[in-house]
């Protein structure tokens, strides 16, 4: 049912795996090698058809420099943190909160409303896109902070509380009961008991969903059209006018762009694999 561990293997296999994994993770990350090299290479190579030849020149620092310098960068940062982190406090705080309903109570059509969680995660999104920009422009959050979080977090918190409700059915329902007996209030239970036992999961769903938010593209030009509410997703095209294409600085801005959810991701690495791996093995 389960592989087999390469360990086990024979030791032509294990020559085979050592050989062929850098292999495949070189040309996984070819890409991003790719991206690298041009976001240090003068804006004439590229026009001269020299894309994926060795740079002429070296302009690591000149590149980087003129993406803060020639757009606003920073601000497009400091767009994306503002929706990023609000969306992923009110999702993964709302899906506990849903979670533990869902999995502990027992009432009428709990299953039906969980059933409707799940089935707003199969949705196709590109449909909703002109019915919420018609309901953003109504309530005056169109192009705003506040409208690209609250959306968000409506989009995400189907699949948080999915995750969130799995992990908590699978906790012991006896310590629920023993702490009901000795009196303990429900949001007590909640806040003291339920929230340490599923730490792990929490962390593991805070970084998927900042990665998430972070990296959305189609929101982020569907409901913004200034500069004031654009995260760095929608503001790298400003590098590029509209008849020249700055591919080097667009590279640079996307590997700058990219580096938050990777520092989230191995900041919080120990929790998030345990999270994963959460309930996996008994004892």
Known sequence: MFPTPIEKKSAGTQTLYKIGLPIALFIWLLPLLAIFMTSVRP??????G?????????????????????????????????????????SVGLAALAGYALAIYKFRFS???????????FVPFQILMVPVRDLSLSFGLYNTVTGLVLFHAA?????????????????????????????VGE????????????????AALAV??????????????????????KPITAGVKALN??????????????????LPPVAMFFLMQKHFIAGLTLGATKG
């Open 50 to 90: 020299n894309v994926f030849g060795w740079p002429s020149q070296f302009q690591l620092f000149e590149n980087y420099y003129a993406v803060f310098a020639e757009s606003q960068a920073a601000q497009y940062l400091w767009n994306s943190l503002k929706i990023t982190v609000p969306t992923m406090i009110l």
């Open 155 to 183: 989009f995400q918190t189907g699949f948080c509380t999915l995750f969130m409700r799995n992990f908590i059915k699978a906790l012991p329902h006896e310590l629920i009961e023993s702490a009901r007996i000795e009196g």
């Open 111 to 121: 299953l039906t409303l969980f059933f409707i969680f799940v089935a707003g995660n």
């Open 241 to 258: 006018g509209q008849f020249v294409s700055r591919w080097h600085l667009v590279s640079a801005a996307s590997l700058i762009a990219a």
């Open 43 to 48: 804006g004439g190579d590229i026009n001269a």
């Open 208 to 229: 998927l969903i900042f990665t998430f938010v972070w990296n959305d593209y189609f929101w982020a030009t569907v409901l913004t059209n200034g500069e004031n509410a």
């Open 187 to 202: 949001f007590r239970i909640f806040w003291h008991l339920v929230l340490p036992l599923v730490r792990p999961a929490l």
